[in-house]
Structure formats: structure tokens, C-alpha cells
């Protein structure tokens, strides 16, 4: 069954009619030619399609297309619109924080969620104090990260890669 | 996946109305677990009516210093709400402990209490589960029961062949915390507004195990309210798990302390239904929260608790897991403040 949508990906809107099945995640990749997402689980458990949804990250293997109608949408492609690179991608390189890269996308996108949510003040599950406001150690980034798998294992360089974005901005 | 209708109806009431019209429909929210089962063929309705943009997405303030949590707030909402954090921790350490921030964005307070179980038998629809297909058995008595249940199971080796038998244990942890919290869940459904106590929400599997929670065809949640806790009350949220990130539990703990002493005890990770321990609970009542009373309550709890044989040694380990959680979960709360 079929509806129509508007959706506005990295600043520019789209109209499409998609089945209510498809999710956003194909949406965006084969209707829409962004491959920035990346379909890795297709279940929710690895984050390669992570991207900012009305500013916040989501899986959009999990979110149907149909759902969302009238959504903003950012992804990892629309963080360097004009090619300069968003802080958090200038960081990765920097930390050299990939190796195959097909995470990365998904990893940069979560990367910046979390950076917001640090600003909000948001705790974690490894906040000790919960009342306070959380400070942006090793364990506070890769507790908030753990939602996006690396199969390379560039962890150890992902992790310094969010925090020096987060000292820079 | 199979083709099904989506509609976004103007209100509740007329959401309300469209799931009771049609017998094979769903309520949609945050996704996170029906889109899954969605791909998985878990799920195979004709229509999903899609309510997150309907219900309330408002933590407010009650009259009586109590919380009412919109259906529609979602896990990371709050968790990071400052009342919620101050006075309910055990309810934030939950729902952090619980997924990841992705999906924590995008789960909700009506949405959560209602995901399914994670028994790998339940989510592989090539094998036989009662709860996913009614009468067919269960897969998992004797087999992978590392998560499944401990209490409010029958025997040690149920049937696998009878269609009551289910092991599976509940997933969520904030519905620990609500459970230990004594939590209101607002209803509306087809014969109009009800509340039901959140410990009388999710059911044992009796003798329909495709049934988690006593609630109709056409039930909407859309409200969760927290009452207020006496002041000073000190509450934590402990959860033991096979990583340190990102997993279910294999068993949990909630706890809060009233100033007069009083401890409210619940379980995750250990029956159908989170496990409000009642009879610890009641064995503590009056007394001094020492150690040893409290390892006594524990040992009462789990008088009855049926340990399931399967792959690994089975779940056996959960037992004097739980005794030693509860107690480092007693132990590590915060010092009462001195007046």
C-alpha cells in the first residue's frame, strides 16, 4: 500500500510515494540516491544508519518512512554541505578513526547527537552523579557511542576522535 | 514483510476507535521493537495505526508532587528530566542502562512497558513458541535459557509440548523501576479512561502465554504517572549484564528506601512480568535493613524460584545472582542525608 511523503533531507525537500513498509533508512538510500546511511544490521543493533531526525540521532532502519512524513533530516553527507568538513568529521580524520569507513557515517552522525546532548547536559549510564552536570571522559563518550558498532575495532581512535570535537567546539 | 494499511488518525479516541474496528491492527509509536518484528514476521497485522505524533510528549508536574509522564516522552526525554533525576534516580539509572541513545530517542513511555520479549525462540518464527504462535510449544524449555525466567514458571522442566508452557522473562528496564515505584498506568480504550497499577500491567503466562499484559484489544496507554515519593526516599537501579553497553539484562534490580526504612524491591530478567518482590518485601517490614535481613528477605523471594536446565548450564546462575544484586544494590545507595 502506497502513500505520499514529503521529506526534507540535508536541506532540500523531497516529495516521493513509497509503500508504508519501506523504512527511512531505504527511503533515503533507494529512493533518494543518499547512500551517506549505511544498512549494516537492518535490525537496530548497529547504527550504521544513524542519522539526525528533527535534530536527534535515530536509526532509521527502525523508523518507517510513512511515519515520518514532514521530517528534517541530516545526514552525514549534509554535515560538509559545501565540502568543508563538519568539526566531528575533521576530528575523525584527524584521530585517524576508521578503517573500512562503513560505519563512519553512522559513527559521525552519533558522534554529533552526542555532542548535543553533552551540551543539554544529559546523563549516562555511567554519570556518577546524576544531579550534576556529566564531563566528557573516555568512559562518558564510549558509553554514549556504544550504539554504533566498528567490526574494524577503531574504537580506541573513535573515542578521542568525539572528544577532541567536543573540546574544539 | 507483509503489506499492511497506516493510518495517523486526528486523536486518540479516533485512534482508539480505528485498531477496535479492525481485529488484526497495532498501535505504532517510537518503532523500535514493532518495526523489527515488522521485518522479522513476529508481526504481520493489516493495519498500524500510528499514535506517537497523538499522545502527550509533556512530563508534568501532578498536584499531589507526583510526575505524569506523556505516552509519547520518550526514554531520553526522561531520563534526562531534572525532577526525574532528582527524585525518581532509580527510574533514570533504568532507562540509561536500557539500549542505546539512538534508540532511546526514539522509544517511549507508552512504548517500552510494551515491547515483546527477546527469547531468540520468540523472534525466530521457524520455530515453535506459544506466545508467538498459540499452541505450538515452547523451544526453549531445555534449550538457550540464559535469559529466561526463574520465577512464576511452573517446574523446573515444563512441558515443551503444552500450550500454557512459556519461560520467557520480560526485557524492559524501565518498567522495573515503574514496578518498584508503584506507577499508574492511564488507559483509554474502547469503553473509555481507566488506570491500572502499573505491578498489575504485564500478566504471567497462566494459560495464554501470547498475552504480556492484561490489556484489551483497542488499549491505548497514554500516560504513565509517578507518585510522589516520601522525602529523603533513596532509590538506585542495578542491572548485570553479559557486556557493559548496550545489552539486555540477565537479571536487575530496583530499589528505593523510604526514610522510615521502608524498602520496595523489583526484578528484572527473572519472570514474564517485571517482579515486584513483595514477599521480601514483606519480610523486611519493621525491621533494621542490616545485611542479613535483607539477604533473609531475598532468601524468601527466591524460595520458589525454578532454576531452567539448557544450553550452557542453563539459568541456575540467576539465583544467587539476584540475592548478591540486591544486596550490592541496598548497600550502594546513597547515604541517608542527615536533618
Known sequence: MDAEITLRVDGEAHRLTVDTRTSLLDALRERLGNTSPKKGCDHGQCGACTVLLDGDRTLTCLALAVAHDGAEITTADGLAPAGELHPVQQAFLDSDAFQCGYCTPGQVCSAVGVLAEFERGWPSHVTEDLTGRPEMTHDEVAERMSGNLCRCAAYVNITPAVQQAGGAR | MKPFAYARPGDVAEAVRDVVAEPNAVFL??????????????????????????????????????LRLG????????????????????LAQALLAGATGQLRNMATTGGNPLQRTRCVYFQDVTTPCNKREPGSGCSAV???????????????????????TCIATHPSDMAVALAALDAQVQVLGPAGERTVPFTELHRLPGDDPSRDTVLEHGDLITAIDLPALPAGTRSAYRKVRDRASYAFALISVAAAVTPDGDLRLAL????????????????????????????????????????????????????????????????????????
Open chain 2, 29 to 66: 509509536a517510537g518503532g523500535t521493537n514493532l518495526v523489527d518484528h515488522l521485518r522479522l514476521g513476529v508481526a504481520r497485522p493489516d493495519l498500524v495505526v500510528d499514535v506517537r505524533t497523538l499522545t502527550s510528549r509533556e512530563v508534568t508536574d501532578l498536584p499531589d508532587g507526583g
Open chain 2, 71 to 90: 505516552a509519547a516522552s520518550t526514554n531520553s526525554q526522561v531520563a534526562a528530566d531534572p525532577r526525574v533525576r532528582e527524585r525518581w534516580p532509580v
Open chain 2, 142 to 164: 531445555g534449550g538457550y535459557t540464559r535469559y529466561h525466567a526463574v520465577l512464576g514458571t511452573p517446574a523446573a522442566l515444563p512441558d515443551p509440548t503444552a500450550p500454557e
Open chain 2, 268 to 339: 528484572g530478567g527473572v519472570a514474564h512480568k517485571p517482579w515486584r518482590a513483595t514477599r521480601a518485601e514483606e519480610v523486611l517490614r519493621g525491621q533494621q535493613l542490616t545485611e542479613d535481613a535483607v539477604r533473609a528477605a531475598i532468601a524468601a523471594e527466591l524460595a520458589a524460584a525454578q532454576p531452567q536446565p539448557g544450553i550452557d548450564s542453563g539459568n541456575g546462575f540467576k539465583i544467587p545472582l539476584v540475592a548478591r544484586t540486591v544486596l550490592a544494590t541496598v548497600r550502594g545507595l546513597p547515604p541517608e542525608e542527615q536533618s
